[in-house]
């Protein structure tokens, strides 16, 4: 009788980056014994990984992908701000998100009032609104921080996140030209290759989505747009939203996103509890 791995043994594989085809085998015996030897392989792997870690320092790979884009777009004349994690419903109504629509449901709410934001667009769209009415264009704008959403379970999605969003307000560019810009901008610090597609969105109708290994890792729009009226903002703009963590998955070649997420367990990549 021909034997494969048990679920528990696949899950503890898995949980120490050991993905992949496995063997099949003769006997429970044979499996067993396959199996605690590549355990034993990965947890020094591991052990040997956090000792190199700990000895030389080195930067956490989400905040070394965020500091190498953030300095980029610095350059390219972008300016950052900072805004608050907790958003009132107002925010959330003037993005189109009611208590009809599917992402309402994957929102943590505080209060009847007040939730942690689902994405960083209610705050930028307020930023906008108050810069284009004191400063000439072109007005270029970013902000990273984390943003919270019930997500499914799996191995592409956090409950909180790190995305970046960088807008830009310029009456006189063709926008859609601009987005690939301003895509290239952001990609531009790391050795990956990038394409482009077009997809519908629950909040922006459509938009166009940047693949990295078939993986959507940001998502790009323009307007003006019909949400533009409800937050205020009258000129065209252009922007690109990108989850930081979905990008060094790809970068890092995680299967798990969970493995470079904020976490307990992991320290970037990295099994703790081995």
């Not at 997420?261 to 099994?271: A, E, I, P, Q």
Request: aromatic share 8%.
């Amino acid at each position: 009788m021909v034997m494969d791995f048990t679920v528990s043994q696949l899950q503890r594989l898995k949980e120490l980056g050991v993905d992949g085809c496995y063997d099949r085998f003769d006997s429970a015996e044979d499996r067993n014994t396959s199996f605690e030897e590549m355990v034993r392989q990965a947890a020094r792997t591991h052990r040997k990984s956090l000792r190199d870690r700990c000895r030389q320092g080195q930067r956490h790979s989400v905040k070394d992908a965020e500091i190498k884009m953030v300095d980029n777009l610095v350059h390219h004349g972008f300016v950052e701000c900072l805004t608050p994690i907790i958003i009132k419903k107002e925010g959330v109504y003037r993005m189109g998100i009611t208590e009809e629509h599917p992402l309402w449901k994957q929102i943590f709410w505080l209060n009847a009032n007040e939730c942690l934001r689902p994405m960083l667009a209610p705050n930028l769209y307020c930023i906008m609104r108050y810069l284009e009415k004191q400063i000439a264009t072109p007005i270029r704008l970013f902000e990273v921080g984390p943003c919270f959403r019930k997500e499914s379970q799996g191995c592409m999605h956090l409950e909180e996140f790190t995305m970046i969003n960088a807008v830009e307000i310029d009456p006189g560019c063709d926008r859609q030209e601009r987005i690939s810009e301003l895509v290239r901008l952001m990609m531009e610090p790391f050795d990956v290759e990038y394409s482009l597609t077009t997809e519908s969105s629950d909040v922006y109708g459509e938009t166009i989505d940047v693949l990295v290994n078939g993986t959507e890792v940001a998502s790009a729009s323009y307007g003006p747009h019909k949400l533009d009226r409800d937050n205020g903002v009258v000129m065209p703009w252009t922007g690109v939203g990108m989850g930081l963590e979905r990008l060094v998955q790809q970068i890092n070649g995680e299967s798990n996103i969970k493995r470079v997420g904020r976490s307990l367990v992991y320290l970037d990549g990295v099994r703790l509890d081995i």
